[in-house]
């Protein structure tokens, strides 16, 4: 029997269910405590008690009431608050978790409950072997079940073993299941110290499914569908368990910012190919619009990819010797990256800032008017169009002038018909101006647009990337033109040995005939034929960056004042107002005019003060606000990095922009 004088005034006993890998039943102990234990004494007496010989360095206490972890070891049970009635489990903090990666393959990892899913991210990301871990997050799939009864039939949640395996393979997992990928003999390290290892499983592409499986998968998807999906996004400051998260649950990785920093293809492999595929997903599946002509040229690509990829595979299985060597020399020749390979300079011979002169047309789109494009004379210099009503008018005043920095270039191009536009939306006190210039051919266009693009970013065409930017626009365009080159026959439909009508959504499927499909896209293919693998990666990447729906994220608020549901929509440089009857935007406000955000977590509505004493505030409809303010404090915080930096990053300002101060 247990004395008085041993049981004490203040003691109490206190369950704790003991959870382990591997058993089917937990184990229960009964405990005498006072609330003057730390947790740190309970869990020492609690591995006393169990007398198993087992590795508890991996085990934490988990409140099941509260929904916490209790993670300070030196906090005494009374600081936790923890009473008689409290449900604790003494469970591992690292558990199998099925994730299903931007490619759709499913892989099972055992990954941190217990850490806040930003570290939960870096550490996936580790395994993985993917750089830049901030740009990636956990989004859980909706659970309406309307929109899931569809998609329960396919395989797409279906664990890729084989993938899993060669994971833990590379892999050499330690104590509690963290990630060591790089302590085999096939580790590199870059400049700024990450490590990596060319022999990537990720790195290699996924060929196309058939058109019957694509269509299960494919569900046509409104403003509102969109943002019940966007709202699925873990809270990055608090843990998977504090969310609801169990073991073996689904969870989708994505890449969740949309600007992708320093992509190089030496280090980059396996990010850059899942970064294609989150690409392919979303044109496939429709989840981002584009032209017609644009699909075709994500169709060859994926044609060409998916060749290449084939080819690579068979030169794989006859031998693998001299693999990295290969690898090597090819990707030291593909030093480029989406941010320029190059730091951007003045360009040193010249002395006076370039112009660029000449006719174009000119639309000002307006309520109620439908005026068609009427010629002007324009002047671009520094950041700045001047237009005239004619060329000898340019020595007086300018009919107006328009201020590129800050402003939004958007394309409005179509090759085949010979149509290049370019919209600009320019900032102004409560939103964005709407102008529409018409060049009159692809060399017209790609100087004009490459000059408007640095404008925006305050740059002059002195600058040494106007040149590279005017080349990258004209390769384009070259990729969308559907005739063949010059010099080039049409292409044989029975060539192609793969399914056309897998290479684009299942709503061009139903719009054409198989043969016509394949022409279309073999045409289209002719101008990509020659691309590397790598290339035509980054060429796809830089074609769904160049759509206007690109990184835009969707929620249903209630602005302030409103009486009406609206849409919000979050993108890497702006928020959007957007009517949700005619999915037309109403107003544009840019990240760059920003002076301070605040949530008032009581009324849960977000505040927004801009430049020039323009305020806005909502309320979120589709989701918590939480998220909201996430992806603007988000997209504030990558906006800091340099390429000077090492890869750590400053995880406080992070969670200083985004956590909520509830």
Known sequence: MIKAAEMGHNSWELLVVVDQHGLEESMKFKMRVEGTLHVGGLMLKLVEKIKAPHDWSDHALWWEQKSCWLLKTHWTLDKYGIQ??????????????????????????????????????????????????????????????????????????????????????????????????????????????????????????????????LAKMYL?????????????????????????????????????????????????????????????????????????EEMLMFASLQYHICKLTSMSSDQNNRSDEGDIDEVEAALSNLEMTLEGGTA???????????????????????????????????????????????????????????????????????????KFGIKLMIPVADGMNEIYIRCEDETQYAKWKAACILASKGKTMAYSSYRTEVKNIQSFLQMKSLAPPSGQTSPDPDSMDMNAESFVSPRYVKKYKSKQLTTRILEAHQNVSKMSLMDAKMRFIEAWQ??????????????RGSRK???????????????????????????????????????????????????????????????????????????????????????????????GQE
Request: aromatic fraction near 10%; glycine fraction near 4%.
């Open 84 to 213: 008689a009635d409290a449900d604790l489990h003494y469970t591992p903090q690292h558990k199998p978790l099925c994730l299903q990666l931007p490619s759709m393959r499913t892989v099972r990892l055992n990954v941190s409950f217990s850490s806040v899913v930003f570290k939960t991210v870096s550490e996936i990301c580790r395994m993985l072997n993917i750089r830049r871990s901030e740009e990636l997050s956990l989004l859980k799939p909706p659970d309406d079940p309307k929109k899931k009864k569809k998609k329960d039939k396919s395989t797409e949640w279906q664990v890729d073993e084989m993938l899993t395996n060669d994971i833990l393979d590379i892999t050499a997992t330690g104590v509690s299941g963290s990630p060591g990928f790089y302590s085999t003999s096939m580790t590199f390290q870059t400049e700024n110290g990450f490590q990596y290892n060319p022999k990537n499983p990720l790195a290699k592409c996924q060929l196309n499914l058939p058109p019957d499986e």
């Open 220 to 292: 046509p998807l409104d403003l509102e569908d969109k943002a019940i999906i966007n709202a699925g996004w873990l809270d990055s400051s608090r843990s998977l368990m504090e969310q609801g998260i169990q073991e073996h649950d689904r969870l989708q990785l994505r890449f969740k910012y949309h600007c992708f920093f320093d992509l190089n293809p030496k280090y980059d492999a396996g990010r850059i190919t899942q970064l294609y595929e989150q690409a392919r997903w979303s044109i496939l599946l429709e989840e981002i619009d584009c032209t017609e």
């Open 344 to 418: 951007d300079s003045l360009l040193e011979d010249i002395t006076d800032i370039p112009k660029l002169e000449g006719y174009l047309k000119l639309f000002r789109p307006k309520r109620l008017t439908l005026k068609p494009y009427k010629d002007y004379w324009f002047v671009f210099k520094d950041t700045t169009i001047s237009y005239y009503k004619n060329k000898e008018s340019a020595s007086g005043e300018p009919i107006e002038q328009l201020h590129l920095r800050g402003c939004e270039v958007v394309p409005d191009v179509n090759v085949t018909d010979k």
């Open 546 to 559: 160049s759509l206007p729906e690109f990184g835009i994220k969707y929620y249903v608020v209630r602005f």
């Open 565 to 659: 549901d609206e849409v919000l929509g979050i993108s890497y440089n702006r928020l959007i107002r957007i009517d949700m009857s005619t999915s037309l935007p109403v107003t544009t406000w840019r990240f760059s005019n920003m002076k301070q955000w605040n949530v008032n977590w009581e009324i849960r509505q977000v505040t927004i003060d801009f430049d020039q004493n323009v305020s806005l505030a909502f309320s979120c409809i589709s989701c918590d606000c939480k998220v909201v303010h996430e992806y603007i404090g988000g997209y504030i915080f990558l906006s800091t990095r340099s390429k000077d930096q090492n890869e750590s990053l400053d995880e406080d300002l992070f969670h200083k922009l985004t956590s």
